[in-house]
């Protein structure tokens, strides 16, 4: 637990740069680009402005599509994140730089030596959100293709991300270079590496998902673990779930960081800001929003269906593949269950359905209730921190940092400064021991 001089919990924020979520705005006149250098670097000086633990980029390894179509989030590309982060590193100097990249169609050697570069290039910054996939829909773009089973997603994660820590330590800083060699169940690789040990020794590790099986990888190998929950009684759930699994793995509650992501809505009142919130869902969710978030749950060509109506009589197809290179959302015929339930109580049409369901921001309220909101959150074990993700791109962290953070500041739960100049020493994090003896 990192506490302050006040002893207070301290809070930890990370920016998510908005462009590939339905969460963000497309209609808004202040929305720029989601490619442009000019909408990452407007966003991370604003994060860094708020002196933020980190900037988050998202991946995707292939356009995602909508019954045979580039889905309309994707149109504009997808640029790689490592890549972003580097020409960000140039222009920022304590921010945090953490990049999404996949374990299923990476390999650990040139992985770890591209994010052991960010993290020199960056004095000690760089971040990896690892993620995996069963998607042959994703894995047609790769020579192996979609081969992986799902039940071995974590089996190679797992392995990856311990392999790209020997590659790591196989050249202390100021040491000399060593051969590594790993032969393993999914990897058998040796030689040298060609950059020195991370500043960092390791950089930071993110493990994103709510499954079981992402829960105890996170609680064997990262550092954060990047989650939602739509209630602080689920997130206290969850927090003590992944904090109780860390023992077994000699680890200490501090060691892993529980960051949701969350959005969040500002006014001048409590009731202004309920009303912002309610038309921000609905420019989120238009008709055309609510049939594409309906098939993706249903599976099923929905494009005659009255989004002012009620839910489809029809079940879903749980077999469909309607939708490629979107996880749809949990089991398709518990998901209707749950929201034809929700239409029924509430008397809503299909669109107000979806935007109840799936468009309910986190915080609502004027700065000083969402501040107070937060800090409650972290002081009673829901989470300890925030990974916020704002409606605009790129103007959309603004307010936040603006109204929210120096009212955070004033409670004493939030730096005034930066006090180091690593990502590890913004989360508060244990700098790995070098395995390898004395260098």
Not at 396 to 400: A, K, M, N, Q
């Given at each position: 637990?990192?506490?302050?001089?006040?002893?207070?919990?301290?809070?930890?924020?990370?920016?998510?740069?908005?462009?590939?979520?339905?969460?963000?705005?497309?209609?808004?006149?202040?929305?720029?680009?989601?490619?442009?250098?000019?909408?990452?670097?407007?966003?991370?000086?604003?994060?860094?402005?708020?002196?933020?633990?980190?900037?988050?980029?998202?991946?995707?390894?292939?356009?995602?599509?909508?019954?045979?179509?580039?889905?309309?989030?994707?149109?504009?590309?997808?640029?790689e994140?490592?890549?972003?982060?580097?020409a960000?590193?140039?222009?920022?100097?304590?921010?945090?730089?953490?990049?999404?990249?996949?374990?299923?169609?990476n390999?650990?050697?040139?992985l770890?030596?591209?994010?052991a570069?960010?993290?020199?290039?960056?004095?000690?910054?760089?971040?990896?959100?690892?993620?995996?996939?069963?998607?042959?829909?994703?894995?047609?773009?790769?020579r192996?293709?979609?081969?992986?089973?799902?039940?071995?997603?974590?089996?190679?994660?797992?392995?990856?991300?311990a392999?790209?820590?020997?590659?790591?330590d196989?050249?202390?800083?100021?040491?000399?270079?060593?051969?590594?060699?790993?032969?393993?169940?999914?990897?058998?690789?040796?030689?040298?590496?060609?950059?020195?040990?991370?500043?960092?020794?390791?950089?930071v590790?993110?493990?994103?998902?709510d499954?079981?099986?992402?829960?105890?990888?996170?609680?064997?190998?990262?550092?954060?673990?990047?989650?939602?929950?739509?209630?602080?009684?689920?997130?206290?759930?969850?927090?003590?779930?992944?904090?109780?699994?860390l023992?077994r793995?000699?680890?200490?509650?501090?060691?892993l960081?529980?960051?949701?992501?969350?959005?969040?809505?500002?006014?001048?009142?409590?009731?202004?800001?309920?009303e912002?919130?309610?038309?921000?869902?609905?420019?989120?969710?238009?008709?055309?929003?609510a049939?594409?978030?309906?098939?993706?749950?249903?599976?099923?060509?929905?494009?005659?269906?009255?989004p002012?109506?009620?839910?489809?009589?029809?079940?879903?197809?749980?077999?469909?593949?309607?939708?490629?290179?979107?996880?749809?959302?949990?089991?398709?015929?518990?998901?209707?269950?749950?929201?034809?339930?929700?239409?029924?109580?509430?008397?809503?049409?299909?669109?107000?359905?979806?935007i109840?369901?799936?468009?309910?921001?986190?915080?609502?309220g004027?700065?000083?209730?969402?501040?107070?909101?937060?800090?409650?959150?972290?002081?009673?074990?829901?989470?300890?921190?925030?990974?916020?993700?704002?409606?605009?791109?790129?103007g959309?962290?603004?307010?936040?940092v603006?109204?929210?953070?120096?009212?955070?500041?004033?409670?004493?739960?939030?730096?005034t400064?930066?006090?180091?100049?690593?990502?590890?020493s913004?989360?508060?994090?244990?700098?790995?021991?070098w395995?390898?003896?004395?260098?």
């Open positions: 637990m990192t506490e302050s001089r006040t002893g207070r919990k301290q809070i930890h924020l990370a920016a998510h740069f908005p462009g590939v979520n339905a969460t963000t705005v497309w209609s808004d006149p202040r929305s720029g680009s989601q490619i442009d250098f000019s909408s990452f670097e407007h966003l991370a000086r604003t994060a860094e402005r708020g002196l933020f633990d980190f900037f988050f980029l998202a991946e995707g390894l292939r356009l995602r599509e909508h019954k045979g179509r580039i889905h309309d989030l994707d149109v504009v590309g997808r640029p994140s490592i890549t972003v982060l580097a960000l590193a140039a222009v920022t100097d304590r921010l945090g730089l953490a990049a999404t990249v996949n374990t299923t169609f390999e650990p050697y040139e770890a030596r591209r994010l570069t960010l993290d020199h290039l960056s004095g000690g910054r760089a971040g990896w959100n690892a993620v995996t996939s069963s998607d042959a829909f994703t894995g047609e773009n790769f192996r293709g979609g081969y992986l089973d799902r039940s071995e997603r974590y089996t190679r994660a797992a392995e990856f991300v392999t790209a820590r020997e590659l790591w196989s050249w202390p800083l100021g040491g000399e270079r060593r051969r590594f060699a790993h032969d393993g169940p999914q990897f058998r690789i040796e030689g040298e590496v060609t950059v020195e040990r991370p500043p960092q020794g390791h950089p590790v993110i493990q994103a998902g499954s079981d099986e992402g829960r105890e990888f996170a609680a064997s190998a990262a550092d954060v673990i990047f989650t939602r929950h739509s209630t602080p009684e689920a997130g206290r759930a969850f927090y003590a779930d992944v904090k109780g699994r023992a793995y000699g680890r200490r509650p501090e060691e960081k529980v960051m949701p992501g969350v959005t969040y809505v500002l006014g001048d009142t409590e009731a202004e800001a309920r912002r919130a309610a038309l921000i869902s609905r420019q989120q969710i238009s008709p055309q929003n049939l594409l978030a309906l098939e993706q749950v249903w599976g099923r060509d929905l494009s005659g269906h009255d002012d109506g009620p839910l489809p009589e029809a079940d879903p197809d749980p077999e469909s593949a309607l939708v490629q290179g979107r996880v749809r959302i949990g089991d398709p015929l518990a998901v209707a269950a749950r929201w034809r339930a929700l239409s029924e109580a509430k008397g809503l049409s299909t669109r107000d359905t979806v109840e369901a799936t468009g309910r921001h986190s915080f609502v004027t700065p000083a209730s969402v501040a107070a909101a937060l800090e409650e959150h972290v002081a009673t074990g829901a989470a300890d921190g925030f990974i916020l993700v704002p409606h605009l791109t790129p959309g962290l603004d307010d936040f603006d109204r929210v953070v120096p009212i955070l500041q004033e409670r004493g739960v939030f730096r400064e930066y006090t180091g100049t690593t990502l590890r913004h989360l508060g994090l244990p700098v790995p021991v395995k390898g003896g004395t260098p």
